[in-house]
């Protein structure tokens, strides 16, 4: 063991009559607990946001869409569907749908809503997972009240609705004469789902594809397609192939532009963040300054009898230095477990919850990533012991004469 770091842990553990010193170390450790685990829990949180929100967007809107300009129809799907997987080996599944705005009507109310028509044997949206009364069921063309259609919890709240109800949806297909009529469909609820989401669970409800087909009038054609890829990063340049692919009056259009707003809004929260709560831990590091002037106070004396003993200068700043590693490294330890703890207990509980209507979840989502932990840690430490460089300074510079003789 070096003299130094024997010095080190005597200075830490304070006699009783400066027992002073020990609790502004104290303090000090719980500066850099509170910073280090707050900005964790932050950037966990952040994290969490993106994570949910691009997990559900993508879950029930898929990684590309495939559409026509000015609602351009696709008539021969099946070709398509053909073309585009052997051109494209990064796809891994393809599914046609119907999506059309139509209104909808209960027995006491009406509403507008978008129709989704799926074909169940491709359909890989994540709804038939978020069913919270009755099944996913979609039962039937439309040519008869027995077919089945899935709502969204607080649509089915406005319309005052259950499962087994019946309801009526008028579709539009072109502008309303007296010789196109709308077409009127009436359906079952065989299920009624939620997703956190209620802008989304307010609108869409889900009919079989050859439904929508009847209901909008569209014969064998399709609205368009929703595509998966093996890898969520190359959606952007998979939408680019797929333009020179299918070609004009046909786009595609990949999840992060459908709801472009979704993911500024997350990049516009965790901007400012990192700064803010970076803050709290320079503030940190500026008690571990205020900590170590007043140890060289209440110790100069002390310094001044080791370095009469031969210590020299550089020994005295290592000292210094040790000592508010040591805050540094306790403290970022303890903001590690701390952070861990808290996103773990609201990871499993969900104690903290949240109004659906604004976040489109229920309650914080908290993402912990092992290189944040990392990164907060690192970043913890640097700044500690560049704050212990002044005092370490201050103290190597002390006259150990006057030290002793004004001590």
């Not at 539009?172 to 359906?187: A, C, D, H, T, Y």
């Not at 004009?248 to 990049?267: C, D, K, L, M």
Request: overall charge positive; hydrophobic content about 45%; some cysteine.
């Amino acid at each position: 063991m070096s003299f130094e770091f024997l010095i080190v842990s005597r200075f830490i553990k304070a006699r009783k009559s400066r027992n002073f010193v020990s609790f502004i170390t104290y303090i000090s450790i719980l500066g850099v607990t509170i910073g280090s685990a707050a900005l964790i829990i932050a950037l966990s949180i952040l994290g969490g946001f993106e994570k949910t929100i691009t997990e559900k967007l993508i879950g029930f809107a898929s990684h590309i869409r495939v559409q026509g300009f000015q609602g351009q129809l696709f008539d021969s799907y099946e070709k398509d569907l053909i073309k585009m997987k052997s051109e494209i080996p990064e796809i891994i599944n393809i599914t046609p749908f119907v999506g059309k705005e139509a209104l909808i009507r209960s027995k006491r109310k009406i509403d507008g809503i978008f129709v989704n028509g799926v074909d169940l044997k491709t359909d890989f949206s994540d709804t038939k997972y978020q069913i919270v009364e009755g099944k996913y069921s979609l039962n039937g063309d439309g040519r008869s009240s027995t077919s089945e259609i899935v709502i969204g919890k607080k649509l089915a709240n406005k319309l005052d609705v259950k499962v087994g109800d019946k309801i009526i949806i008028q579709g539009i297909s072109g502008l309303p004469s007296p010789l196109n009529m709308p077409r009127i469909v009436q359906f079952t609820i065989s299920g009624i789902y939620e997703t956190g989401m209620s802008e989304y669970d307010d609108i869409n409800v889900y009919v079989s594809l050859s439904a929508a087909q009847l209901l909008f009038n569209y014969g064998n054609a399709v609205s368009g397609y929703s595509i998966k890829v093996k890898n969520p990063e190359d959606a952007k340049a998979v939408s680019s192939k797929l333009m020179q692919i299918m070609g004009y009056p046909y786009y595609a259009r990949t999840v992060y532009q459908i709801y472009r707003n979704f993911f500024n809004w997350i990049e516009l929260q965790k901007k400012p963040i990192p700064l803010v709560l970076g803050l709290i831990i320079a503030v940190a590091t500026f008690n571990i300054i205020g900590t170590l002037l007043m140890v060289v106070m209440e110790k100069t004396s002390e310094i001044g009898i080791l370095k009469a003993m031969g210590a020299t200068s550089y020994s005295i700043k290592k000292i210094f230095v040790m000592e508010g590693l040591f805050i540094g490294i306790v403290g970022t330890i303890l903001g590690n477990i701390l952070a861990f703890t808290l996103c773990y207990i609201q990871e499993t509980t969900k104690i903290l919850s949240l109004p659906t209507g604004i976040y489109y979840m229920d309650s914080v989502p908290v993402y912990m990533r092992w290189e944040e932990f990392a990164l907060v840690s690192i970043i913890s430490l640097v700044l500690c012991f560049f704050s212990t460089l002044v005092p370490a300074y201050v103290a190597s510079k002390l006259n150990p004469i006057n030290s002793i003789r004004f001590s």
